[in-house]
């Protein structure tokens, strides 16, 4: 453990809402680590600060677990500042945060975490699902504090539900995530006096992605004037990239000869293969001959991986720079990429493999959103008005043929 220096987390108010406060010397390892969580620096305070929420503490206690670690009474009262008021229920949700969060375990229910954190490391659970689950599981003994966990029952859970995830106001896919963490330990690390089958999971929500037309993202690109950051966004989209699949990629994974990028150990520990674009060959060629990165194709300062927030960063400056309207996340990019050789006429399954999902089901979600087909549909409207928007077109051509400084798709009547 480094005790030479302390790490110190406390609760803080920042621009009118409650943040997690990080402060420790600075440290580019530190500093790296610290944005995987959306961190952001304030002079103000001297720190970094992140959500406050009670997902964030576990994982910032897990992060820093090797380092000498002070946290600081989340009960203690803030000083006054201007601030928004808060929302309704607001002062209540931290407090129940507190409550369920800020205490330490038993020993007993100490060795249960550690038992579940070896059982997912040695089935090779990815660090961010360990995280999270170890997370959960800790956040429900905890609201149990005084109840053994073999005693905790189906009705126990039931409640927490309501009273921590519900009235919080969670995801659906956060509740998913929580019941799937429950079942895991109580099935392969405690004891528990209930049947775990009984735990049902909410039905999840179909959600529709977000996607840019092919317009879009050419200005997303050309708005880019960063040759690293530009860079980033055509891999992001040309290969059709996971983040985290992103940061991965090394220098020898690209393969200018047979225009390929090797994905290793995407999503669910699977290895595939995607064509490069000369285009974002081009962009990567010029990128790596100034930059020169040693190891990972995208470095941070020192050679460090460069970190998911900074990617989020660029994705986000450069919609504004773009003027997209729509919330641009670098994943919208790969929900883009799918979307449009779908359009193009690329075979579904040939998708499905170039983005490394398991199912086919998975993919088809893009066929929901391809325009190809429903931009060719016909309206019912304008087949009711079929005949005034004859007209209108033969009146806009006329008028666009006699004054060439209006442009064509300018119908100036509507």
């Known amino acids: 453990m480094h005790v030479s ?9 920042h621009r009118g809402a409650k943040r997690w406060l990080v402060k420790f010397w600075y440290d580019a390892h530190l500093v790296s680590r610290v944005r995987t969580l ?28 090797d380092y000498h670690l ?12 201007r601030q928004k008021p808060p929302r309704p229920g607001a002062a209540r949700r931290q407090a129940m945060g507190a409550m369920v969060y800020c205490k330490n375990l038993d020993k007993r229910k100490e060795a249960e975490i550690t038992q579940y954190l070896q059982y997912m490391r040695g089935q090779r659970y990815s660090r961010n699902t360990i995280a999270a689950y170890a997370a959960f599981v800790r956040s429900l003994l905890g609201f149990y504090k005084e109840k053994e966990t073999a005693y905790i029952t189906l009705h126990d859970i039931h409640k927490y539900n309501y ?21 895991l330990f109580f099935d392969y690390v405690a004891h528990c006096s209930f049947n775990t089958d009984e735990l049902e ?22 708005s880019t004037r960063n040759l690293k950051h530009k860079a ?33 150990m995407g999503k669910g520990r699977k290895d595939r293969y995607v064509k490069m674009a000369k285009t974002n060959l081009l962009v990567l060629q010029q990128y790596l001959n100034k930059y020169r990165p040693q190891y990972y194709v995208f470095e941070g300062p020192g050679g460090s991986r460069y970190s998911s927030s900074s990617v989020r960063n660029i994705i986000r400056r450069a919609a504004e720079r773009a003027r997209i309207q729509k919330h641009v996340t670098p994943h919208t990019l790969r929900h883009s990429y799918a979307t449009h050789l779908l359009e193009l006429g690329v075979d579904l399954r040939y998708v499905q493999s170039l983005l490394g999902h398991k199912k086919p089901e998975t993919t088809m979600i ?49």
């Open 5 to 13: 220096r302390s790490i110190t987390i406390e609760p803080k108010v």
């Open 38 to 65: 959306g961190a952001r620096y304030s002079a103000t305070h001297s720190g970094w600060y992140v959500h406050y929420t009670p997902h964030n503490l576990e994982r910032l206690k897990l992060m820093f677990k």
């Open 70 to 81: 002070l946290i600081v009474d989340e009960e203690r009262e803030e000083p006054q500042t």
């Open 163 to 183: 009273e921590v995830i519900i009235r919080n106001g969670y995801s659906v896919s956060y509740q998913r995530q929580f019941i799937g963490a429950i079942k």
């Open 201 to 222: 999971r909410p039905r999840k929500e179909f959600k529709l992605p977000t996607v840019l037309s092919k317009e879009e993202v050419r200005n997303l690109i050309v």
């Open 232 to 264: 980033v966004i055509s891999t992001l989209y040309a290969a059709g990239l996971r983040v985290s699949e992103l940061l991965n990629l090394r220098v020898g994974h690209i393969d200018a000869d047979r225009m390929l990028i090797a994905v290793r």
């Open 366 to 414: 893009y066929t929901h959103i391809s325009s190809d087909k429903v931009s060719n549909l016909v309206n019912p409207l304008d087949e009711l008005f079929k005949e005034e928007l004859m007209g209108l077109a033969a009146k806009r051509n006329d008028f666009a043929e006699k004054t060439a400084l209006i442009p064509q798709n300018d119908w100036g009547i509507w």
